[in-house]
C-alpha cells in the first residue's frame, strides 16, 4: 500500500519558496511576471530581491522576447506565469527568441492540466506537453509534490538552455523526501511490477498509484514509474520495464494526442516492442469548469479509468491464452 501524505503546499508554491532560496545561491538570475504574482508566488522573490523582479503587465509575449534580452546578455531569467498562456498567447516568442538561440529562459508554469479546475477551459493547460515539447532545446519537467519541485527548481537552474516546469495549482499529496534525486532525463520507479506498468507524471501519478494499489489486491503486479522528465524522456527505463511487463498504460492529465503517451508509443513502434498499450488523458474535448475530483473521472483520467484499462488488457490476455489451449486441444 502506498502511503501518500495529505499536502497543504501546491507545487507552485515550493517552487516559488526554493526560488527564493536560490537567489542568494545564484545572485545573477532575474524573474520577470505577468501580473498575477500572488497566483504564481513568484512575488516571493519580488519581496526580496526587488531590484531582479519585473513586473511586464499583461503581456506574455513582450515578457518573452524581454526575457530573452535579458538571458541573450548572459543573466538566466523565470518566467513565471499560467500554462496556457505562456505555451500559447507567447508560443511564437518562446521558439523564435527563446529556444532558436538556445537561451537560458526558465518557464514557472503553473495551472497544469485541468488542476485549475473551477477557473475553467480558459485556464486549464492540457496541451502544453504537445507544444512546449515540440520546440526544439525545450526541456520538459513536471514534479508532483513539494520535495520535487524544489528538487526540479535546482535541475532547472542547473539545465543548459530553455526549460518548461510544469507546476500544479493545487496542493494534492505529498510523496517525496527531501533527500530524493532527480535529474534531467531522470524518471523514478515507485512500484516494482512484473504484470502491468503504468507510467504518469504531475497530479495523475497519484491516480495511477491509487490504481496500482487497488489492482494488487487483486494479486496482480504493477509497476509504477513516474517519468518526472517529459523531455528528455528517460526511455531506457521505461523501455526495460515494458519488455518486462508486456503491457502499459500511460495516464496523463493533458491531452491524449501529442502528450507523453504518443512519444511512447512511437518509441515503441521504432523499436519493434510488442506490447499491449493504452493511454488516458483528454481525449480530443476541451474539458469544463468543476471539481476536480469530478472532472478527471469524468474525463477518464482518475484511478479507476486506470483500473479499468488494466483489467481490460489483462482480460484479454487471458482470453489469448484460453484460444491457444483449445487450439492445441
Not at 59 to 68: D, H, I, L, Q, R
Not at 181 to 198: E, H, P, V
Not at 199 to 204: A, L, P
Not at 224 to 251: C, F, H, M, N, Q
Amino acid at each position: 500500500m502506498t502511503k501518500l501524505v495529505k499536502s497543504n503546499k501546491a507545487t507552485r508554491v515550493a517552487f516559488a519558496e526554493r526560488m527564493v532560496e536560490y537567489g542568494e545561491i545564484n545572485q545573477e538570475f532575474v524573474v520577470f511576471e505577468a501580473d498575477i504574482g500572488y497566483s504564481t508566488n513568484s512575488y516571493l522573490f519580488n519581496e526580496k530581491y526587488p531590484q531582479r523582479y519585473f513586473q511586464m503587465g499583461i503581456a506574455e509575449f513582450g515578457m518573452m522576447a524581454a526575457a530573452a534580452g535579458m538571458a541573450s546578455n548572459g543573466r538566466p531569467a523565470v518566467v513565471a506565469g499560467y500554462g496556457v498562456f505562456l505555451t500559447m498567447r507567447a508560443l511564437e516568442s518562446v521558439r523564435s527568441f527563446i529556444c532558436y538561440p538556445n537561451l537560458n529562459v526558465k518557464l514557472m508554469s503553473s495551472h497544469s492540466g485541468v488542476t485549475a479546475a473551477i477557473d475553467g477551459v480558459t485556464h486549464q493547460a492540457s496541451e502544453d506537453i504537445a507544444l512546449m515539447s515540440t520546440l526544439p532545446n525545450m526541456h520538459v519537467f513536471a514534479p508532483c509534490d513539494s520535495a520535487s519541485s524544489r528538487a526540479l527548481f535546482d535541475v532547472t537552474m542547473g539545465t543548459q538552455g530553455p526549460v518548461y516546469c510544469r507546476l500544479l495549482r493545487d496542493a494534492y499529496f505529498e510523496l517525496y523526501d527531501e533527500h530524493t534525486t532527480f535529474k534531467c532525463g531522470g524518471s523514478n520507479t515507485l512500484k516494482m511490477g512484473t504484470d502491468i506498468t503504468i507510467i504518469s507524471y504531475s497530479d495523475i501519478l497519484f491516480q495511477a498509484l491509487e490504481a496500482a494499489d487497488e489492482l494488487e489486491k487483486s494479486g496482480i503486479s504493477v509497476e509504477v514509474i513516474d517519468a518526472y522528465s517529459v523531455k528528455p524522456l528517460d526511455w531506457e527505463s521505461i523501455k526495460a520495464s515494458i519488455l518486462k511487463t508486456g503491457r502499459v498504460i500511460v495516464a496523463e492529465g493533458h491531452q491524449q494526442r501529442n502528450g507523453m503517451a504518443y512519444e511512447i508509443a512511437t518509441r515503441m513502434a521504432k523499436d519493434s516492442i510488442h506490447a499491449q498499450f493504452d493511454n488516458l488523458g483528454l481525449d480530443d474535448t476541451f474539458a469544463e469548469s468543476g471539481a476536480y475530483p469530478e472532472l478527471i473521472e469524468k474525463y477518464g483520467m482518475s484511478a479507476s479509468h486506470i483500473v479499468k484499462s488494466a483489467n481490460k488488457m489483462l482480460a484479454l490476455n487471458k482470453g489469448h491464452l484460453l484460444l491457444e489451449k483449445e487450439v492445441m486441444a
